[in-house]
């Protein structure tokens, strides 16, 4: 199995890749505001290199339960500096976190190679980036918006359902130009699930692994973990 990201790619069939985590918010959920200046943040991403990660994923937009959008030039003024030194200075394949298409396109020009969209690209314009591109793209389920994502989640069955839904969505990429192998799929995690949900989706993984594409599950310091 084959993950194509820009030049890169990476076979899949027996290997797991990790990635590391790098907010650079006031607001998320676990570091907010450690690493808002960029020499913390880029030594941050230098130890999780050193420790093995495959991938930073670099986000300026917290996603935390409440939490609010922030404006493109916003993320930008917290993300340019930090990509345009990391993509030079570390082996890592540079992940942005982000659902606009803006951000998302200067950050592959920054030297990022995947883009994680938490929208599963609702920026209408984010899949033609992505196709012109030929980025990885990561594609996470959600039910509801960062703001109301913990309200009331239900599902029937969520494992069923969450399947369903990126089926869903990676054909919505195939048919706007999207390869299939730039994809790789993510149930989320956390967002829009109760414990039970959450529990469900790790117990049934299997489930949700569309033919010949990688799953991303993001399990770091989640709260559900505790419980």
């Not at 199995?1 to 650079?24: K, Q, S, T, Y």
Request: aromatic share 4%; net charge negative; with cysteine.
């Amino acid at each position: 199995m084959e993950w194509r990201c820009g030049d890169r790619v990476f076979e899949l069939d027996d290997r797991v890749l990790v990635m590391g985590i790098l907010n650079v918010t006031p607001d998320s959920f676990s570091d907010g505001g450690r690493f808002l200046d960029p020499a913390s943040a880029i030594a941050h991403a230098r130890s999780m290199v050193e420790e093995g990660a495959d991938l930073i994923d670099v986000g300026a937009e917290s996603t935390r339960p409440g939490s609010a959008p922030v404006p493109v030039d916003e993320q930008w003024r917290r993300l340019g500096p930090i990509l345009q030194t990391l993509a030079h200075q570390t082996p890592a394949i540079l992940s942005i976190d982000t659902a606009s298409a803006e951000v998302a396109a200067r950050a592959l020009e920054a030297g990022a190679y995947v883009v994680n969209d938490v929208t599963a690209l609702s920026d209408p314009t984010m899949a033609p980036l992505i196709a012109q591109s030929g980025a990885g793209i990561v594609l996470m389920h959600m039910q509801g918006t960062p703001a109301d994502m913990q309200r009331d989640p239900r599902y029937e069955d969520a494992p069923r359902e969450i399947a369903e839904w990126l089926a869903a969505r990676l054909e919505h990429a195939r048919r706007s130009g999207v390869s299939e192998d730039q994809v790789a799929l993510d149930p989320g995690i956390g967002f829009g699930k109760t414990v039970e949900h959450n529990l469900q989706l790790l117990a049934r993984l299997d489930e949700l692994r569309a033919p010949r594409r990688p799953l991303v599950v993001g399990l770091s310091r989640k709260a559900f973990l505790g419980r």
